[in-house]
């Protein structure tokens, strides 16, 4: 069965710096890999998600996700944060081979103070 | 309007109760979830259902069950028999179609409390 790590499960950041979450997930084949994100108060979004292809994704408000195969890792980035990016990030692998179901990390919150 | 929905938004209960948490979804998706959330542990898959009248345990299905008699439709039942039902419910539904829609989608979900 695959599982899910994420590195670190409090960060907190000043508005502008930049902002690398780790995830890394164990699973021997070929796998599907999302990022989902929970604002305060709101439902779970879809932030990105890699399928196949260009391991760099891009994905809603500024975010992108690099695959690295050979590190089994997909870390999300962003260039500059902002308060309005404070939330939860949950890292999401799931093996791509039709009905098999999807695996989360423990989430990542964030905090961004203006 | 299209999407997942969930009902109730909180619901408390007492001890000892069963409870039903509703889960529809108008996007015509095949399969349907249940995960459950609580700090610190992400999301955990409770149960699942690929077609109608069908539907698999997940990684903590004690305590709860399931039933998929619509296609839209998937309701859980946190059971007495749940030794720490309080947390955050989260529905899910996704298409089985081409490549590029192993996509999960999620309802706004229902806290549950027992008193």
């Known amino acids: 069965a695959q599982s899910v790590s994420q590195h670190n499960h409090h960060v907190i950041l000043s508005e502008a710096a930049s902002l690398e979450l780790g995830c890394n997930y164990s699973?021997?084949?070929?796998?599907?890999l999302f990022w989902y994100v929970q604002y305060p108060g709101q439902h779970l979004q879809l932030l990105l998600k890699?399928?196949?292809?260009?391991?760099l994704v891009k994905g809603i408000k500024g975010f992108e996700a690099e695959f690295i195969k050979s590190k089994f890792s997909f870390n999300l980035r962003k260039p500059s944060v902002q308060w309005s990016d404070t939330a939860e990030y949950f890292c999401?692998?799931?093996?791509?081979?039709?009905?098999?179901?999807?695996?989360f990390g423990k989430g990542t919150m964030l905090l961004v103070s203006p | 309007d299209g999407g997942i929905t969930q009902s109730p938004k909180y619901l408390f209960r007492k001890e000892g109760q069963n409870v039903t948490l509703s889960c529809e979804q108008n996007?015509?998706?095949?399969?349907m979830y249940w995960y459950r959330q609580d700090p610190g542990q992400g999301l955990r898959l409770i149960y699942y259902?690929?077609?109608?009248?069908?539907?698999q345990k997940g990684d903590i299905a004690e305590g709860y069950s399931v039933s998929r008699e619509k296609k839209e439709s998937f309701p859980l039942t946190v059971t007495s028999a749940q030794k720490n039902p309080t947390a955050f419910y989260l529905c899910?539904?996704?298409?089985?179609?081409?490549?590029?829609?192993?996509?999960?989608?999620f309802g706004p979900g229902t806290r549950l409390t027992v008193l």
């Open positions: 890699y399928f196949s292809g260009d391991p």
């Open positions: 899910a539904s996704k298409s089985f179609g081409t490549s590029g829609t192993n996509t999960q989608y």
């Open positions: 999401a692998v799931i093996p791509n081979s039709g009905y098999s179901t999807l695996t």
């Open positions: 996007l015509n998706h095949d399969a």
């Open positions: 699973y021997g084949g070929t796998v599907n």
């Open positions: 259902s690929q077609i109608v009248n069908d539907f």
